[in-house]
Each structure stands twice: as structure tokens, then as C-alpha cells.
């Protein structure tokens, strides 16, 4: 989540719209772990 953080405040600081990207960055964030969250269960055995 923090890379989604970091990448979205760069963004917004080179386009000017910081508010919209740092929250785009949390969004992509957390979808991202949560989408590694699902295929690291996905890969356990039980």
C-alpha cells in the first residue's frame, strides 16, 4: 500500500492534482494487496 501511496503523491505533484492521485494511490494500494492477499491463499496447500 505504501508503494501505491508514494507512487500516487509523485504523480500528483507532476500533474498538480494532488488530492486526486494520493487517494487513486491508496485505491491501486489496496487492491493490490488485496489481490496478493488472495493468491498467496489460493497457492497454500491445506
Known amino acids: 500500500m ?3 501511496i508514494i507512487i ?11 488530492g486526486l492521485w494520493l487517494a487513486l494511490g491508496v485505491a491501486f494500494g489496496a487492491a493490490g494487496m488485496a489481490k496478493a492477499s488472495k493468491d498467496e491463499k489460493e497457492d497454500t496447500p491445506d
Open 2 to 4: 505504501a508503494y501505491g
Open 8 to 18: 500516487g503523491t509523485v504523480i500528483g505533484i507532476i500533474t498538480d492534482n494532488l
